[in-house]
């Protein structure tokens, strides 16, 4: 006997797939930043920024203090070695083209000073977090430009010491530094004094602007140096004074030991700030 079913067995109905809804539209790329055109400025900007520069290290001291104890370390640990070693004339190339590195130091005040001007709040961790955050930004492509000008004048400098003072002058020149003071060592000090204000003027026309061009706004690192120099050759008498307020600010900040730059660098730093906003004011609305 066979048996077969009654009724049918159902035939399954499909379940619909769920009504996919469409990806929205990325969003469109902004673009770079419009950088202004630059601004002329005078001699009056120059104390104006410093006092500015005073008074945000005065507002925020925590920070500058931070930020310059690096350079104060690694001043001090770079004289006890050359000390130990009995090389005391390694440190001048050093202390020389110490400003050409300086400007390091001064990413994290501008962000202080950047926020002390529009008023927003000074907390540790959202500082620190936007000095960081530059990793990804154009701040490491300008620091390898910083940092391959000061390794090409401690070559520069080391070469210009043993064509005028030759490979014997080595020797004896921690002993006997009166050498510098005569003959040959006078020439050369007025060589490398000659070069490495070339090497300063230069890396400072990059950065007096570019650098904190490229903290406050997206713009690829071209752009910032070009529009550095063009403020630059905008306000010459102006820049070349701020420059050399600057180099001495420093030199008198290292010479006691370092310890000076616990002040001077973050006043520098935050009045860097000020006199980038003075010579790139932002654009007027349009009405």
């Given at each position: 006997?066979?048996?077969?079913?009654?009724?049918?067995?159902?035939?399954?109905t499909?379940?619909?797939?769920?009504?996919?809804?469409?990806l929205?539209?990325?969003?469109?790329?902004?673009?770079?930043?419009?950088?202004?055109?630059?601004?002329?400025?005078?001699?009056?900007?120059?104390?104006?920024?410093?006092?500015?520069?005073?008074?945000?290290?005065?507002?925020a001291p925590?920070?500058?203090?931070?930020?310059?104890?690096?350079?104060?370390?690694?001043?001090?640990?770079?004289?006890?070695?050359?000390?130990?070693?009995?090389?005391?004339?390694?440190?001048?190339?050093?202390?020389?083209?110490?400003?050409?590195?300086?400007?390091?130091?001064?990413?994290?005040?501008?962000?202080?000073?950047?926020?002390?001007?529009?008023?927003r709040p000074?907390?540790?961790?959202?500082?620190?977090?936007?000095?960081?955050?530059?990793?990804?930004?154009?701040?490491?492509?300008?620091?390898?430009?910083?940092?391959l000008?000061?390794?090409?004048?401690?070559?520069?400098?080391?070469?210009?010491?043993?064509?005028?003072?030759?490979?014997?002058?080595?020797?004896?020149i921690?002993?006997?530094?009166?050498?510098?003071?005569?003959?040959?060592?006078?020439?050369?000090?007025a060589?490398?004094?000659?070069?490495?204000?070339?090497?300063?003027?230069?890396?400072?026309?990059?950065?007096?602007?570019?650098?904190?061009?490229?903290?406050?706004?997206?713009?690829?690192?071209?752009?910032?140096?070009?529009?550095?120099?063009?403020?630059?050759?905008?306000?010459?008498?102006?820049?070349?004074?701020?420059?050399?307020?600057?180099?001495?600010?420093?030199?008198?900040?290292?010479?006691?030991?370092?310890?000076?730059?616990f002040?001077?660098?973050?006043?520098?730093?935050?009045?860097?700030?000020?006199?980038?906003?003075?010579?790139?004011?932002?654009?007027?609305?349009?009405?």
């Amino acid at each position: 006997m066979v048996v077969t079913d009654s009724d049918p067995k159902p035939i399954p109905t499909p379940i619909p797939e769920p009504e996919r809804q469409p990806l929205p539209d990325p969003l469109p790329d902004p673009g770079p930043d419009e950088i202004p055109l630059p601004a002329v400025i005078d001699l009056d900007a120059i104390p104006a920024v410093l006092a500015a520069g005073w008074r945000d290290f005065r507002r925020a001291p925590a920070f500058g203090l931070l930020f310059a104890a690096f350079y104060v370390m690694g001043g001090l640990v770079l004289t006890a070695v050359a000390t130990a070693a009995g090389q005391e004339w390694w440190l001048m190339p050093f202390i020389v083209g110490f400003p050409l590195i300086a400007p390091f130091a001064a990413v994290g005040l501008y962000e202080v000073s950047r926020r002390i001007e529009s008023d927003r709040p000074l907390i540790w961790r959202e500082v620190l977090a936007v000095v960081i955050a530059q990793k990804d930004r154009q701040v490491p492509s300008m620091a390898m430009v910083i940092l391959l000008m000061f390794m090409f004048w401690v070559f520069v400098a080391h070469t210009i010491f043993a064509l005028f003072m030759g490979v014997s002058a080595l020797t004896n020149i921690t002993s006997s530094p009166e050498v510098l003071l005569q003959g040959r060592g006078l020439v050369m000090l007025a060589a490398g004094a000659a070069i490495g204000a070339g090497f300063a003027a230069l890396l400072f026309s990059i950065t007096v602007v570019g650098l904190p061009l490229i903290l406050d706004r997206e713009v690829d690192l071209i752009s910032a140096i070009i529009a550095s120099f063009q403020a630059v050759g905008a306000n010459l008498p102006v820049m070349l004074s701020w420059a050399m307020v600057i180099a001495t600010l420093l030199f008198a900040g290292i010479v006691p030991l370092f310890l000076g730059l616990f002040v001077v660098l973050p006043v520098l730093g935050h009045a860097s700030w000020h006199m980038y906003r003075l010579l790139m004011p932002d654009p007027e609305p349009g009405p």
